[in-house]
């Protein structure tokens, strides 16, 4: 097998024990927010409870809680338009570099 292939197959294995391992290691925990770990620290350091300053749009939208695979469905959508804006721009630099060369 040629020497790009080899590395292919061994990043590809990579990745999916990177994604898998830790399904089968963190048996029972709990992925918190950002959100939870911020008012916590504030109740600690203050003392008193944090209340928000305005309620999420979905949510008043609804009357309700979004459920966790829309918030998760949010997330992944927002993840893949930055990644995609990062891609093009980097793609245009490349390609501009290319062209530069050339000249």
Known sequence: ??????????LIILA?????VPLFTQKGSEF???DDAGSEMISEI??????????PVFETAIGGELPGEIESLFFCVQTGIGVGIIAFFMGRFVERK??????
């Not at 999916?16 to 898998?20: N, R, Y």
């Not at 290319?98 to 000249?103: I, L, N, V």
């Open 1 to 10: 097998m040629k020497k790009k292939t080899i590395t292919a197959i061994v």
């Open 16 to 20: 999916v024990l990177i994604a898998l």
């Open 46 to 55: 203050t003392g008193t409870e944090s209340e928000p300053w305005f309620d």
């Open 98 to 103: 290319k062209h530069e060369d050339k000249a």
């Open 32 to 34: 918190g927010g950002s």
